[in-house]
C-alpha cells in the first residue's frame, strides 16, 4: 500500500515558477512509475507528466511540454514537479500518481495508476 502527499501549490502571478513535490507517507515510490495529472473544475483529469521508475525517462503533455519538468529523488521517495512559464490555463489540482507496474501500457491514462494523492491547487493569475 502506498499513501502519496503533494504539497507546494499555491497562488503566483502568470509567467512565474512553482514546484510541487510528491512523497510517499505510507510505502515506498522508488520503485514505481509516476505521473501528475491536473484537474481543473468540470473538466476530466488530464495528463501532465510521467517519470519512469528510474528516472532516465520522462514524458509531458504537449501543452506543458517544455516548461514543465519530472523529476525524482529515489533517496528521498519523492517526485518533483518544476512549472515555469505558469500560464492562467495552468490553474487546476494537481495530482501525483504511482503505478504498481513497472512498464506502463498507457501512461496518460488515469488507469494505469493505482495510487493517488489528494491534489494540491495551483491558481495561476493573469
Known amino acids: 500500500q502506498v499513501s502519496l502527499v503533494e504539497s507546494g501549490g499555491g497562488l503566483v502571478q502568470a509567467g512565474t515558477s512553482l514546484r510541487l513535490s510528491c512523497s510517499a507517507s505510507v510505502g515506498t515510490i522508488s520503485n514505481k512509475p509516476m505521473g501528475w495529472f491536473r484537474q481543473s473544475p468540470g473538466q476530466e483529469r488530464e495528463f501532465v507528466g510521467a517519470?519512469?521508475?528510474?528516472?532516465?525517462?520522462?514524458y509531458y503533455s504537449d501543452s506543458v511540454n517544455g516548461r514543465f519538468t519530472i523529476s525524482r529523488d529515489n533517496a528521498k521517495n519523492t517526485v518533483y514537479l518544476q512549472m515555469n512559464s505558469l500560464k492562467p490555463e495552468d490553474t487546476a489540482v494537481y495530482y501525483c500518481?504511482?503505478?504498481?507496474?513497472?512498464?506502463?501500457?498507457?501512461?496518460?491514462?488515469?488507469?494505469?495508476?493505482?495510487?493517488w494523492g489528494q491534489g494540491t491547487q495551483v491558481t495561476v493569475s493573469s
Open positions: 517519470i519512469s521508475w528510474g528516472g532516465s525517462r520522462t
Open positions: 500518481a504511482a503505478s504498481a507496474e513497472r512498464i506502463l501500457s498507457d501512461r496518460r491514462s488515469t488507469y494505469a495508476y493505482n495510487f
